[in-house]
T-cell receptor
Framework: AQTVTQSQPEMSVQEAETVTLSCTYDTSENNYYLFWYKQPPSRQMILVIRQEAYKQQNATENRFSVNFQKAAKSFSLKISDSQLGDTAMYFCATALYSGAGSYQLTFGKGTKLSVIP | NAGVTQTPKFRVLKTGQSMTLLCAQDMNHEYMYWYRQDPGMGLRLIHYSVGEGTTAKGEVPDGYNVSRLKKQNFLLGLESAAPSQTSVYFC??????????FGPGTRLTVL
């Protein structure tokens, strides 16, 4: 079974500062995808950023960027210029091929991020 | 374009009762998924579908059944609800880029 580990259950950051959330995973596959999802108090799951494992270049999406270290099986999320609206649970997930064209997501347990004014 | 919608948003059942959760998507996606989320856990896959008329088991399928009679709808059924099925249920559909878009969730309590 795939495992995704988020070692920081809770984190906090001052508004406008930068914070990095950690994620490690375990797979023997070579072709897979990695994601960060955000879940604010509204409960909605929102896709933050996506990375294909075959791409060496780290994905960026406005204030969000990743540090993808394939050999170390590490996929951290950096949030720059933190805003109050970034307060949420953040989930790291891997998508592995499961046959019939389908990829299954495996989620970590999440990191609760609080942005402090 | 509503994206992924779920009905109902909240439900309370008694042990042994049955119910069906409805998921609908208007993005013409082939792949759809049902997850459950429990406190302190990430989402866990219950069942998924790779297209109309096809379904498959995920990580935690016991106690649930699904059907995909129409491409845009994916139904999750509980035949005899148990307190262990108290959870928040999420439906998702997937783009060709492997991005999953989620519905708003259904909070189910089984007494």
């Amino acid at each position: 079974a795939q495992t995704v580990t988020q070692s920081q259950p809770e984190m906090s950051v001052q508004e406008a500062e930068t914070v990095t959330l950690s994620c490690t995973y375990d797979t023997s596959e070579n072709n897979y995808y990695l994601f960060w999802y955000k879940q604010p108090p509204s409960r909605q799951m929102i896709l933050v950023i996506r990375q294909e494992a075959y791409k060496q270049q780290n994905a960026t999406e406005n204030r969000f960027s990743v540090n993808f270290q394939k050999a170390a099986k590490s996929f951290s999320l950096k949030i720059s210029d933190s805003q109050l609206g970034d307060t949420a649970m953040y989930f790291c997930a891997t998508a592995l091929y499961s046959g019939a064209g389908s990829y299954q997501l495996t989620f970590g347990k999440g990191t609760k991020l609080s942005v402090i004014p | 374009n509503a994206g992924v919608t779920q009905t109902p948003k909240f439900r309370v059942l008694k042990t042994g009762q049955s119910m069906t959760l409805l998921c609908a998507q208007d993005m013409n996606h082939e792949y759809m998924y049902w997850y459950r989320q429990d406190p302190g856990m990430g989402l866990r896959l219950i069942h998924y579908s790779v297209g109309e008329g096809t379904t498959a088991k995920g990580e935690v399928p016991d106690g649930y059944n699904v059907s995909r009679l129409k491409k845009q709808n994916f139904l999750l059924g509980l035949e005899s609800a148990a307190p262990s099925q108290t959870s928040v249920y999420f439906c998702a559909s997937r783009t060709s880029y492997n991005e999953q878009f989620f519905g708003p969730g259904t909070r189910l309590t089984v007494l």
